[in-house]
Antibody, heavy 125, light 106 residues
Framework: EVHLVESGGGLAQPGGSLRLSCAASGFSFSSYGMNWVRQAPGKGLEWLSFLSTSSGTTYYADSVKGRFTISGDSGKESLYLQMNSLRAEDTAVYYC??????????????????WGKGTTVTVSS | SYELTQSPSVSVSPGQTASINCTGDKLGGRFAAWYQQRPGQSPLLVIYQDIRRPSGIPARFSGSNSGNTATLTISGTQAIDEADYYCQVWDISNWVFGGGTKLTVL
């Protein structure tokens, strides 16, 4: 069975750092892209970052560019999110999700077919 | 940047059909996905590539996408369908979500 399990959340001070992990199982980690998505309390879903595990290509939302870094370890089948310069507005539940993508040059599809249960990050002094 | 707009809430009676819309510029030219999120749970993919249902998703869930609007339709809505629903597309290295629609089954 396919599983994603996030860990590493907790309380951080403004300006501080945290490293989130996402352990994948039940599928070939290097055959899929991976996303980090967060949800602030009472708010909607916000995409943060993508990693192509095969090419190493990364994308970031403007809200975290320069502060967060996504990475992966195919040997450990794990995804990471290094979060620096944390702000109060980074308080949220953070999900990792498996990305399915494909199509052709004029019609591409991208969606997330497996999600973890999330890990909670609270940024407060 | 590309934006998707959803109505904040939709209400439906049990057994009736619920339609949840998602609008964006020329949205019909992109593939849309829909996610269901029940309270306290992580999101669940219910529709991808506009119309396709993942394995295990009931047939009462269907999708369409044309013009500027993608629609998630739930036929014979049940109490367990009460949840937040989010549409999503991809836009040149960004994943874009709609703001979400809270479906209430009265």
């Amino acid at each position: 069975e396919v599983h994603l399990v996030e860990s590493g959340g907790g309380l951080a001070q403004p300006g501080g750092s945290l490293r989130l992990s996402c352990a994948a199982s039940g599928f070939s980690f290097s055959s899929y892209g991976m996303n980090w998505v967060r949800q602030a309390p009472g708010k909607g879903l916000e995409w943060l970052s993508f990693l192509s595990t095969s090419s190493g290509t990364t994308y970031y939302a403007d809200s975290v560019k320069g502060r967060f870094t996504i990475s992966g370890d195919s040997g450990k089948e794990s995804l990471y999110l290094q979060m620096n310069s944390l702000r109060a507005e980074d308080t949220a539940v953070y999900y990792c999700a498996r990305v399915v993508y494909g199509g052709n040059s004029w019609s591409r599809y991208y969606y997330m077919d497996v999600w973890g249960k999330g890990t909670t990050v609270t940024v407060s002094s | 940047s590309y934006e998707l707009t959803q109505s904040p809430s939709v209400s439906v009676s049990p057994g009736q059909t619920a339609s949840i819309n998602c609008t964006g510029d020329k949205l019909g030219g992109r593939f849309a996905a829909w996610y269901q999120q029940r309270p306290g749970q992580s999101p669940l993919l219910v529709i991808y590539q506009d119309i396709r249902r993942p394995s295990g998703i009931p047939a009462r869930f269907s999708g369409s996408n044309s013009g500027n609007t993608a629609t998630l339709t739930i036929s014979g809505t049940q109490a367990i369908d009460e949840a937040d629903y989010y549409c999503q597309v991809w836009d040149i290295s960004n994943w874009v979500f709609g703001g979400g629609t809270k479906l209430t089954v009265l």
